[in-house]
């Protein structure tokens, strides 16, 4: 039995290295890195509990630890095929896809995951390396792919009783948007009630009402077409996280062209990889991964002010706004992320959330924001003062009237504020400083602008 050990979230010293670092892993030599946490025998290893008194924790015995039963293939070894073959310099992206992946173990509502990335952006490879007996991969969907109006044993030519605990890679996403809107509309409806566990839908000619219990992981491939719909996405609820994948163009081809001829054997080496993983992880997928007060307090004030980013706001043929929007309250974003950061944790070998973690899932949240409005949020954040629409533009390296536009929706969001009557002002709201501050997002803040008129103190 060893002493009671209680989580500092302060830089510590290693008890067994001698180095500094940051958070902390338990061991029968008392709080040690996690490098050499990984590195003791399995039997030394102490698993934290939370106490009943708040955001603290204390280990009080000796048990096996959470990844006790650790699957032959780690993160490591598919990090190492995956660079073999294709040109990723975006590792942190990879993380994301495969904590996803790997989250279908975890309990809650499921983690449904978007990869964006150019043609060619190798997303394809890596979604088909997603294999496991736990994983269905289709090419895309139709408003007939989850029920269909078929007659006929249901088990036999429905999809969604067979999804049930499972991971749906969706090769490509992108074709559904671009098909006709009665068809898209409805595959969203689909997805929407799928979401939550349950689809039902009633059909003629003596088929009746099916409807089916499920829930399930989906990653889905996608182009940066996406940010054509996002207005018709957001409108049917936004059930997705996404991750935009930075590539390296000239790296990318030079890899392919080497590769040239070994696409089999390429494919073959990453789905053993990978799909050894993903088979196995449900041995070592943890739920009692830990996330600190300061972490969960960050992890609320994201999902607020990404919430509201991300709103949609409907516009007609002309650009003219139809009706005063209603901000996205983040209840469902709160969970995803919480459940990505742990996903996270789990997939990095790690017993509690950390910093990384925190900072890889602030990115994903971020991604699922338009990048205009970013940009001129930024702008108004880095300027001390109140900015014209041309000064946010030019700031922004965007157009004039494209600036005005998610400058007009932040408004109508109230993440800015406006000022005149025909040749308008704007500056960032003091409630959307302080969710950008708690959230420790930098998009370049500065003091709060004087309220025009205001005196100098």
Known sequence: ???????????????????????????????????????QPKALRTVPRRTRGGPQVAVAELEPAIHSGQPDVRRPEVLEVVGRWLRIGDVEALDVIMATASAIYLPGDPLWLQVVAPPGGTKSELLRALQGPRVV?????????????????????????HLDGKLLIIKDFTSILSKKTEDSTAIFADL??????????SFGSGVGIKGYRATFGVIAGVTPALDMYRTVHALLGERFLRVNVVGDEDGAIMRASQLEGQEKQMREEMGRTIGGYLTRAGEWTSPDILVEQRFLEQLRALARITAALRSAVARDRRRYVLYKPQREIGTRLV???????????NWRERVLVTAEDYATVRRVALDGVP????????????????????????AANLPTET?????????????????????????????????????????????TPRQRGQEEP
């Open 1 to 39: 039995m060893m002493a009671d050990a209680v989580l500092d979230t302060q830089t510590r010293i290693c008890d067994s290295c001698g180095q500094r670092f940051a958070g902390a892993s338990w061991a029968a030599s008392g709080l040690v890195c996690d490098r050499c946490f990984h590195d």
């Open 335 to 345: 969970k995803q992320l919480q459940k990505l950061a742990r996903a996270l944790a």
């Open 137 to 161: 991969s289709i090419s895309t969907l139709t408003p007939q792919t989850l029920i269909s109006g078929l007659k006929g044993k249901n088990e036999d030519i429905d999809l969604l009783p």
């Open 192 to 201: 929407r009630e799928a979401y939550d566990g349950y689809l039902e839908k």
């Open 371 to 394: 990048g205009g409005r970013l940009a001129v949020l930024s702008a108004l954040l880095t300027e001390d003062g109140w900015l014209t629409t041309k000064q946010a533009g030019q």
């Open 403 to 447: 600036a005005g536009e998610h400058l007009e929706d932040l408004w109508m969001l109230d993440v800015v504020l406006r000022d005149g009557d025909s040749t308008f002002s704007w500056a960032a709201d003091d409630g959307a400083r302080d969710l950008l501050k708690r959230a420790a997002i930098d998009l370049g803040m500065q003091t």
